[in-house]
């Protein structure tokens, strides 16, 4: 992801179509990674999340990626509604003995009717 | 309650002025997050605490800032002589020590205006 403090890039995707947001982490001891939804006004919520012994894991909807070797989490939202427009973040745990997360820097999702 | 609360959810103050912001984390939660989110920018990590160890305050981005927690309950962030380089919403989260669990889950935030 972008270091924090830019403005966050956009993904604009039609309704009806599948989402792809990425996001590339730094810390290759990390073991944990999540994905995290913000809706504007909202603190963010938790969507889903992956260990490092697994490169695929589905929820309703999403799906995460999870790629070791180039250090590549994604978010893979199908059937995009106008309810998922939002931003995204990943977060990743450095494998740290407290477990305090790390966040990217975000991408914004809108969605066109 | 059920999750994290923040209060004031909406803080104006002057210049100069000193706020506190307050944190209700999730009951049992032993991890606590204070986050700073400058308007359409990403999260900006200010400060960590994990039990009864050392807080890790290497996001706090001066002095003016500090951050206590009483326990494993309610944590205050303080802002002193307030700039307007401050204004931002600030987010805390709370979350059990194996994170695996869910991760972190946030409160709403207390959006901060210095004038």
């Known amino acids: 992801g972008e270091s924090v403090g830019l403005h966050l890039p956009t993904l604009s995707v039609q309704e009806g179509d599948n989402s792809i947001i990425n996001c590339a982490y730094s810390?290759?001891?990390?073991?944990?990674f999540i994905w995290y939804k913000q809706e504007s006004g909202k603190g963010p919520q938790f969507i889903i999340d992956?260990?490092?012994?697994?490169d695929k894991r589905q929820g309703q909807r999403v799906t995460v990626l999870l790629n070791k070797t180039v250090k590549h989490l994604s978010l893979q939202i199908a059937a995009t509604q106008p309810g998922d427009s939002a931003v995204y973040f990943c977060?990743?745990?450095?494998?740290?003995?407290?477990?305090?997360?790390?966040f990217g820097g975000g991408t914004r999702l809108m969605v066109k009717p | 309650g059920a999750g994290v609360s923040q209060s004031p959810s909406n803080k104006v103050t002057e210049k100069g002025k000193d706020v506190e912001l307050r944190c209700d984390p999730i009951?049992?939660?032993?991890?606590l997050y204070w986050y700073r989110q400058r308007l359409g920018q990403g999260l900006e990590f200010l400060i960590y605490?994990?039990?009864?160890?050392?807080?890790?305050k290497s996001g706090l981005p001066s002095d003016r800032f500090s951050a206590e927690r009483t326990g494993e309950s309610v944590s205050t962030l303080t802002i002193q002589r307030t700039q307007q380089e401050d204004s931002a919403v600030y987010l805390c989260?709370?979350?059990?020590?194996?994170?695996?669990?869910?991760?972190?889950?946030f409160g709403p935030g207390t959006r901060l205006t210095v004038l």
């Open positions: 989260a709370s979350s059990l020590i194996e994170v695996g669990a869910g991760g972190s889950f």
């Open positions: 810390n290759s001891a990390s073991d944990y």
């Open positions: 992956i260990r490092s012994n697994m």
């Open positions: 977060a990743e745990n450095g494998n740290n003995a407290g477990n305090m997360l790390t």
């Open positions: 009951s049992g939660h032993t991890a």
């Open positions: 605490f994990q039990g009864n160890s050392a807080p890790d």
